[in-house]
């Protein structure tokens, strides 16, 4: 990794860490997708494009200088979209150390290459278990329902402001469900909206949501076109983590963010307790 790669804090930026695990799971995707006609299906030569991250975890940073190693495998297959597996690793060549430095999962869709709005059948794969197909079922329908949820929310026109200018420097720790719902045009308007919606005593978690509309006024509609939950933490000078203000919740509607903001969190906790043992 190079020094054009670095943050502020020195190490390698996370937008750098996430760019690694999406073109690798399109590479991954796309050639699976392409790969249908020894499956006796009809090939529609095609590319994916990502619909949704599920998950992202940044376990530790990666250092400048540092070589990095992604992996990918595929979770789950339905129609029409793809769940996959990317892991990046870093490697110093220096101390022959290698260090797990983050993971996801994320959902791709196949588009037609004679028509990117047409989205060509997945060839199914083959499970090792009833069980592993059974969960990525469930996942698949999870993710579907939550889509379709947040897609249906009305757009915001305002950033809210929740007090917590004092926090100092920040990194991502978490990236939970990006979900791309409408194609950015060219051309297009687009406003991106942020939001304070929880706090522990040493993380913040903010929604971020990407409106579009036309600027030729050809639909006076603003439409929600990407939105996501990140996860930071505040860090000092010597890159340890800071407690955090509380997040002020002045009406019903911010206490119900924070509340399921306060789930995602607990979720999480678990989830990494479970990972570790």
């Not at 983050?102 to 196949?110: K, N, T």
């Not at 949820?149 to 305002?158: D, G, I, Q, V």
């Not at 971020?208 to 990407?226: F, L, M, P, T």
């Amino acid at each position: 990794m190079l020094p054009s790669d670095a943050n502020i804090h020195g190490n390698v930026h996370g937008g750098i860490i996430l760019n690694l695990i999406e073109e690798a799971g399109a590479v991954l995707t796309t050639r699976y997708c392409n790969r249908a006609a020894s499956t006796g299906m009809t090939k529609v030569p095609c590319v994916t494009a990502l619909a949704r991250i599920e998950r992202m975890d940044f376990v530790s940073p990666m250092h400048i200088g540092e070589l990095a190693e992604v992996e990918g495998r595929i979770l789950y297959t339905s129609s029409h979209s793809l769940e996959v597996q990317v892991s990046v690793s870093s490697e110093d060549i220096i101390l022959s150390r290698r260090r797990l430095i983050s993971r996801a999962r994320l959902w791709y869709v196949p588009l037609s290459l004679a028509d990117v709005e047409k989205i060509p059948p997945v060839p199914r794969m083959t499970y090792s278990s009833d069980e592993e197909e059974q969960r990525g079922r469930q996942a698949y329908q999870k993710q579907r329902a939550d889509r379709m949820r947040k897609a249906s929310e009305p757009c915001l026109t305002a950033l809210l402001a929740n007090g917590l200018d004092s926090m100092g420097p920040c990194v991502t720790a978490c990236v939970d469900a990006i979900n791309f719902h409408k194609k950015i045009k060219e051309g297009s308007l687009v406003t991106v909206i942020g939001q304070a919606t929880f706090t522990s005593s040493r993380s913040l978690e903010i929604e971020v949501i990407v409106e579009i509309e036309s600027y030729r006024g050809e639909d006076d509609a603003r439409e929600r076109a990407v939105d996501a939950f990140f996860t930071f933490v505040s860090i000092d000078g010597d890159g340890k983590a800071r407690n955090v203000p509380k997040l002020l919740r002045e009406n019903t509607l911010e206490e119900k963010r924070f509340q399921s903001g306060e789930r995602r969190y607990l979720k999480r906790k678990e989830e990494r307790k479970t990972g570790s043992e």
